[in-house]
């Protein structure tokens, strides 16, 4: 059964010997706290969104380097019987900001140039606070007030965990650059050590008025007033009425199938669609060529995930503003023409987005005892987002729009105010033949994460591991994606060195221009869930590099 244990060897050393197995619920998240408190949701009656938004809420608390309140969210809800929905919770670029204006604050030195990638002029309108709110009135079963108490208490003192400690160290010289950043995050002018207490009381005050208003009162009302004269008198243009405006959008994910599977992505604008392309491009190589994980898989892997990269940034526009071509872009038709694109013995150093006729972050997945499946992902975007605290509301505001839009004319995802720029940020969910969730899934990571969602689905479905040794397998990335700060680049191929000397001196030969990380140092957080519909089991994985676990009960 998918993501199971099983008698199957794995084909590298791993750190943590089989999935976290349970039966009544399962949780499996970056950092231990969120794990603690969603668990505790699903013990005490709370079904898989319960937990989901209480974990989310929580995170933003002490994770807010990755998702503080003023980020996105984008889930997956699946319980069997019922269809999947896909929860799209990502704001516009404020209404009253112009592509000249972004121009002359931005950086001129590429072509085009690149939006602000930091400051007050790099925020979009924050989805999430009002994301939870969709998911609960839809899915949900306990009121907000009861799920956001530990988000409040953790508000008012947390012990930082290495890795928290370690980003706001490297993050001092932007958070500096904000009084009220600093105030927060730099206690004394100095970085906090691990171990010591992180106390944000304002965000605890926003934290407590959302508790007893509802999830409205972070975009109408005092927060949102707050939010909004701090960004006026700081040269920001978030205003207001961008967040009195802002709305989440339920929908149906998109999906192709994979070798008798059902894969379901979250759409537009996430890109999601890449994963989609990549898995249709892979089902035209044998499943059992891929489970080797050799050098002949991992370069076929990187010519495919490269085309899938190069249609993303030749078509995916916010719906809004122009023709995606979605549909074309995930279709089997489609990747068995861009299939025929790539060399089985060579690597390609440019590959254009196919002619037609015509990101940091947290991701964390539960399930519930009653087949229920969330998927879910949240993120301010750069470590501590646009920098910015909001003033005295605690909220860390995110740089979406700085690091997502491109100024280049004539580009699908160039800055337009109001727009939705393209998401690094995307989830999936797994439907067996039948049409039943049986796997939940995804990563932080920036243009790294469908690449590595590829890889632990390839794991699963062609090398048959279980959910830990697939979140576990080594890692490789194809650098750089479609982050605009990152374009235009030779590619690199970026990969653990796990692989072993004579898989890295093959692809060498190939031409892939090879960056090697240690063994463990290829990034990312990978989690995962799965489910035996038969029995009902719940294995869950979750990625040793770093600080979070898998628990069930």
């Known amino acids: 059964m998918l993501g199971q244990p099983n008698a199957r060897p794995v084909p590298f050393s791993r750190r943590r010997m089989s999935p976290a197995l349970g039966q009544g619920g399962m949780v499996a998240a970056a950092h231990p706290l969120t794990v603690a408190v969603a668990l505790d949701v699903l013990k005490r009656g709370g079904n898989a969104v319960d937990a989901a938004v209480a974990g989310g809420l929580t995170a ?19 319980a069997p019987g019922h269809e999947p929905t896909a929860i799209l919770g990502s704001g516009a670029s404020p209404r009253s900001a112009t592509l000249d204006q972004m121009r002359r604050h931005g950086d001129p030195s590429s072509t085009g140039g690149r939006m602000p990638f930091r400051g007050p002029l790099s925020v979009a309108t924050p989805g999430m606070v ?22 409040i208490a953790y508000a008012e003192g947390f012990p930082l965990t290495p890795l928290g400690a370690h980003f706001i160290a490297t993050s001092a010289e932007l958070l500096r650059q904000y009084p009220a950043s600093a105030a927060v995050f730099l206690p004394g002018g100095e970085a906090p050590k691990a171990g010591q207490i992180l106390r944000q009381p304002d965000l605890a005050r926003t934290l407590s008025m959302i508790a007893a208003q509802g999830t409205g009162a972070f975009y109408c009302g005092d927060i949102a007033e707050a939010i909004a004269a701090f960004m006026a008198a700081n040269g920001g243009e978030l205003s207001a009425n ?27 604008p996430t890109q999601g669609m890449i994963l989609l392309e990549a898995l249709n491009l892979a089902e035209q190589i044998d499943g059992q060529a891929l489970a080797k994980g050799d050098a002949s898989a991992i370069h076929l892997l990187a010519e495919a995930i490269k085309i899938a990269y190069a249609d993303r940034l030749g078509y995916a526009v916010d719906p809004a503003f122009g023709d995606p071509r979605l549909q074309t872009l995930i279709s089997k038709a489609w990747a068995a023409r861009r299939f025929a694109a790539i060399d089985p013995e060579r690597a390609a150093t440019t590959v254009p987005a196919g002619e037609m006729a015509d990101g940091d972050t947290t991701y964390f997945c539960v399930a519930d005892g009653q087949g229920m499946m969330v998927s879910l992902i949240q993120s301010v975007s750069s470590n501590f987002g646009s920098g910015v605290v909001a003033g005295d509301t605690g909220v860390v505001l995110n740089n979406r729009a700085g690091r997502g839009f491109s100024l280049e004319a004539g580009h699908p995802n160039i800055f337009a105010p109001g727009k939705k720029t393209l998401h690094t940020l995307n989830c999936y969910s797994v439907a067996d033949a039948s049409g039943t969730p049986i796997l939940v899934g995804g990563t932080p990571g920036g243009d790294g994460q469908p690449q590595w969602n590829l890889q632990t689905l390839i794991a699963l479905i062609d090398g048959g591991l279980d959910v830990q040794a697939a979140v576990e397998a080594p890692r490789w990335t194809v650098w750089p994606g479609t982050d605009p700060s990152t374009l235009p680049n030779p590619y690199e191929l970026q990969i653990e060195s796990r692989v072993g000397d004579a898989v890295l001196a093959e692809l060498e030969a190939r031409g892939h221009s090879l960056r090697r990380f240690g063994a463990w140092g290829g990034g990312g957080a990978a989690q995962a869930i799965a489910r035996d519909p038969l029995t009902g089991v719940l294995a869950g994985g979750s990625d040793p590099r770093a600080e979070g676990l898998a628990l069930g009960f």
């Open 60 to 78: 933003s608390v002490v994770m807010p380097e990755m998702c503080g309140l003023g980020g996105d969210l984008f889930a997956i809800v699946h």
């Open 130 to 151: 009002h994301a939870f709110g969709a998911l609960l009135e839809r899915f949900g079963s306990r009121p907000l007030a009861e799920l956001i108490e530990p988000a």
């Open 242 to 268: 961008d967040l009195a405006a802002h709305e989440t959008v339920l929908a149906a994910p998109i999906a192709t199938t994979y070798r008798d599977h059902t894969v379901f992505q979250t759409g537009l």
